[in-house]
């Protein structure tokens, strides 16, 4: 007769396993930081690459484990960086005595960035409970006009700088804030799928009227799951207003919306390392045509044309993902699980 297994004893104490990824991932974040503080340039493109992870990560909890179809992620965004914008003005003058002015800084870019969150779960909350009840399509129809209704507020408001956008907000923040960031999103939307809430999420994907007949909660999950998704969404903005000069409508409309969704897509619907690195890809590939064509045209004609050039080559890159790969780079599965069959195939091959 087969003996049970005896499980490992974990060496890490209980009460550590909760906070010990995070106390792996400062001294990390610090340091990356310090090494790059003469390179202001890959500063900001991980900043946006950081950003663009945080919002593809977090609309793929609603996309790819919920299986519901949100395309107006950009309009949770836009809450989270004007509110967030507006808090830092408002303390812009403001210190804490007994604090350097660095560790001063923080503590109140983390004051926005928690003010940015909120506002746009709130949102979500408010935009996702009656839409969620239904089935269908009503979400992205929903989250359309929410996003568009905000990015027309803003031009309007004359607190948020209209079609001018908002200036002066303190550039406060930093790769390692940024990343930092990154990390928690991936945490919690690791431990969602890991957790028996997640569960909940994949059985409504896969079937939402078999999950309601076996008892889920299918609009309380798909609500909570929602608001989660807001709540990083409006960070990122949040993020995004404390290291560009200026924000403006222009930064937070349907293209942005739909950039999101690519990368869900294109990383698989159900993926959080696929939606990572969708993300750092299609930051990255203006940068590399941007290189690319200053080579072939010293002029630099082309390389100014990249913005104009780059929704088509997302396109193309779509269209032919899902004529070769219908369920993304690496599907519902994770990059753990993909790496170590794609050798194995090599090596049989060979």
Do not use: C
Not at 49 to 66: D, E, P
């Amino acid at each position: 007769m087969e003996s049970a297994a005896v499980p490992f004893p974990s060496r890490v104490p209980a009460s550590l396993r909760g906070i010990l990824p995070v106390l792996i991932a400062l001294p990390l974040l610090l340091l990356a930081e310090w090494a790059l503080s003469d390179a202001p340039f890959a500063v900001y493109l991980l900043s946006v690459m950081g950003v663009n992870v945080i919002l593809a990560v977090s609309l793929n909890i609603v996309n790819g484990m919920t299986g519901q179809f949100s395309i107006g992620h950009a309009g949770f965004m836009a809450v989270g960086a004007y509110l967030s914008g507006v808090t830092s003005l408002a303390l812009k003058d403001v210190a804490i005595s007994f604090l350097p002015v660095a560790v001063s800084d923080q503590v109140f870019l983390l004051v926005a960035l928690l003010v940015a969150g909120l506002s746009a779960a709130l949102a979500g909350f408010l935009v996702g409970l009656p839409s969620l009840r239904l089935r269908g399509d009503y979400l992205a129809i929903v989250t359309l006009g929410f996003g568009e209704i905000i990015r027309v507020a803003v031009t309007n408001t004359e607190a948020f700088g209209r079609a001018l956008g908002l200036s002066g907000i303190p550039q406060t923040s930093s790769v390692a804030m940024v990343w930092f960031w990154v990390f928690l999103v991936v945490l919690v939307s690791r431990r969602i799928a890991g957790s028996s809430h997640g569960r909940s999420l994949w059985a409504i994907r896969e079937d939402e009227v078999a999950a309601e007949a076996m008892g889920v909660n299918t609009t309380g999950y798909k609500v909570r799951a929602f608001v989660v998704s807001s709540f990083f969404a409006g960070v990122a903005g949040g993020l995004f207003a404390h290291f560009v000069p200026i924000i403006n409508p222009g930064s937070f409309t349907f293209v942005k919306s739909m950039e999101v969704v690519v990368m869900v897509v294109l990383g698989g619907l159900g993926s959080t390392t696929g939606a990572i690195v969708a993300a750092m890809f299609l930051t990255l590939l203006p940068e590399g045509l941007r290189s690319a064509f200053a080579a072939l045209a010293p002029e630099g004609n082309l390389a100014q044309q990249v913005d104009q050039i780059r929704m088509p080559v997302y396109g193309l890159l779509l269209v032919a993902l899902m004529l070769a790969r219908p369920q993304g780079l690496f599907g519902t599965r994770e990059l753990w699980e993909v790496v170590p069959r794609w050798l194995t195939r090599r090596r049989k091959g060979m």
